[in-house]
């Protein structure tokens, strides 16, 4: 069926440590995964995203990889820092275009 | 501001009832999703339109219906309204073409009481 799955589902790091958020989807035909980071009260924001001709893509302190073969995809965020501090989704797009989320990573980050 | 508006923000109504969210669109985007994201939980696709056709349907009950329209704006009907419907609703646009950005709005929080 059409699902992604994503962990861990909560996540605490040191301030300046580095976070990782994997995610697993399950038709090989999807061809586009955004990341988005949502904050309390506030819609999802579109962070970083990449397209399945692409292997690894990287924006500053954030970064994400794919590995089309074993249909992973993961967000790197390097030297935390407590603003970082929210929930993040990863998500794919399916051939029916609907776009699908993942459950969603708490991330805390303490001072 | 992602460019996407959704009235209204809060919305507080009882069981039974029927209501309407609106989502605006960002300018020149055709493409309009919504999803449903209950307490602490992920984001459930719902519906997506494309310049006014539906183009991809997810887990929606039968009891809501959206339509897209001429002005490329969308709306999300519920009605029979369960104490379980109680959740943030979503709207999300993006150009239509095949994977392109998606952009939220800040969401509409419905409370059935």
């Known amino acids: 069926g059409e699902n992604v799955e994503q962990h861990p589902s909560t996540l605490s790091v040191q301030e300046g440590d580095s976070a990782v958020i994997k995610c697993t989807y399950s038709?090989?035909?999807?061809?586009?995964f955004p990341w988005y980071k949502q904050e309390l009260g506030k819609g999802p924001q579109l962070i970083i995203d990449?397209?399945?001709?692409?292997g690894e893509k990287k924006d500053q302190r954030i970064a994400v990889t794919l590995n089309k073969t074993a249909k992973h995809f993961s967000l790197h965020i390097t030297e935390t820092q407590p603003e970082d501090s929210a929930v993040y989704f990863c998500?794919?797009?399916?051939?029916?275009?609907?776009?699908?989320f993942g459950t969603g990573t708490r991330l805390q980050v303490f001072p | 501001d992602s460019g996407v508006t959704q009235t209204p923000k809060h919305l507080i109504t009882a069981t039974g009832q029927r209501v309407t969210l609106r989502c605006s669109p960002r300018?020149?985007?055709?493409?309009v999703y919504w999803y449903q994201q209950s307490l602490d939980q992920g984001l459930q696709f719902l519906i997506q339109?494309?310049?006014?056709?539906?183009?991809a349907k997810g887990n929606i009950l039968e009891r809501f219906s959206a339509q897209q329209f001429p002005d490329l704006h969308s709306e999300l009907n519920l009605s029979s309204l369960e104490l379980g419907d109680s959740a943030l609703y979503f709207c999300a646009s993006s150009g239509g073409h095949k994977n392109t950005e998606a952009f939220f709005g800040q969401g509409t929080r419905l409370t059935v009481v």
């Open positions: 300018s020149g985007d055709l493409s």
């Open positions: 038709d090989s035909a999807s061809n586009y």
């Open positions: 339109y494309y310049n006014g056709e539906e183009r």
């Open positions: 998500a794919a797009t399916m051939p029916t275009d609907k776009l699908i």
């Open positions: 990449i397209r399945s001709n692409v």
